[in-house]
T-cell receptor
Framework: DAMVIQNPRYQVTQFGKPVTLSCSQT?????MYWYQQKSSQAPKLLFH???????NEADTPDNFQSRRPNTSFCFLDIRSPGLGDAAMYLC?????????????FGSGTQLSVL | GESVGLHLPTLSVQEGDNSIINCAYS??????FIWYKQESGKGPQFIID?????DKRQGQRVTVLLNKTVKHLSLQIAATQPGDSAVYFC???????????FGKGITLSVRP
C-alpha cells in the first residue's frame, strides 16, 4: 500500500546532540510537510516542500532544518536539541492543486531529549 | 487572530451510542474542512472532509455537518465503538495550496 513512513518510531537524543528524523513516501506526492506535536496539542507546521521549493513557517526556530534530496525522502534535522524540543514529529504529504488540502500522515517519530 | 478550536476537551460516550464532536472556526474565508482521528502513538488519520459549498456529507458511520452562518463544524459518529476512542481534530484551510490549520483536539472515550 502507498504510504508515508517515518523512521525511527522512537528517538532518544541528548541535550545539544544533533539528531535527524527521516520520512519517506510512496505516494509520489509533490508536497511534504513536517509538523511538531507536543502532548495534548494540535500539530504545528514547521515547514513544507513544494517539490524542492522550501517554505519555512515564520515561527519555526533556526534550530530546525530540513532536506529533501528527492521526491520520496525528506529529513528533519535538529541541530542542537533542547528539552523543549521533545515532541512527536509528524511527516505528511499532499498532492498539489485540487485535493492538496488533504494531508496523508506518517505514524510519527517520538523524540525524547535527555 | 484567526483560529480553529474545539468546545470541549473530552467526550465520554457509551458504546453503541452516537457521538457528536463540535468545532468552531473563526476564519470566514475557510472553504475546506477536514476531520482527523489520532490514536495514541500514531499519526492523524483522515476521516472525512467537506467543502464550503456543502452543509452535510456522510461516510461510513460518520457524518460531517457544516454551518457557515455560525462557523460551526461537527462530526457525528453513529453506534460508537471502542475502536473510535482517540483524539479528534478538526482542521480548516482556505483552499488548494494553502496551509491547513488544526484546532485543538478533543478526546473521545468510549465506555464499554
Amino acid at each position: 500500500d502507498a504510504m508515508v513512513i517515518q523512521n525511527p518510531r522512537y528517538q532518544v537524543t541528548q541535550f545539544g546532540k544533533p539528531v535527524t528524523l527521516s520520512c519517506s513516501q510512496t505516494l509520489n506526492h509533490n508536497v511534504m510537510y513536517w509538523y511538531q506535536q507536543k502532548s495534548s496539542q494540535a500539530p504545528k507546521l514547521l515547514f513544507h516542500y513544494y517539490d524542492k521549493d522550501f517554505n519555512n513557517e515564520a515561527d519555526t526556530p533556526d534550530n530546525f532544518q530540513s532536506r529533501r534530496p528527492n521526491t520520496s525522502f525528506c529529513f528533519l534535522d535538529i541541530r542542537s536539541p533542547g528539552l523543549g524540543d521533545a515532541a512527536m514529529y509528524l511527516c505528511a504529504t499532499s498532492r498539489p492543486g485540487i485535493g492538496s488540502e488533504k494531508l496523508f500522515f506518517g505514524s510519527g517519530t517520538q523524540l525524547s531529549v535527555l | 487572530g484567526e483560529s480553529v478550536g474545539l468546545h470541549l476537551p473530552t467526550l465520554s460516550v457509551q458504546e453503541g451510542d452516537n457521538s457528536i464532536i463540535n468545532c468552531a472556526y473563526s476564519n470566514s474565508a475557510s472553504d475546506y474542512f477536514i476531520w482527523y482521528k489520532q490514536e495514541s502513538g500514531k499519526g492523524p488519520q483522515f476521516i472525512i472532509d467537506i467543502r464550503s459549498n456543502m452543509d452535510k456529507r456522510q461516510g461510513q458511520r460518520v457524518t460531517v455537518l457544516l454551518n457557515k452562518t455560525v462557523k460551526h463544524l461537527s462530526l457525528q459518529i453513529a453506534a460508537t465503538q471502542p475502536g473510535d476512542s482517540a483524539v479528534y481534530f478538526c482542521a480548516e484551510t482556505q483552499g488548494a495550496n494553502s496551509k491547513l490549520t488544526f484546532g485543538k483536539g478533543i478526546t473521545l472515550s468510549v465506555r464499554p
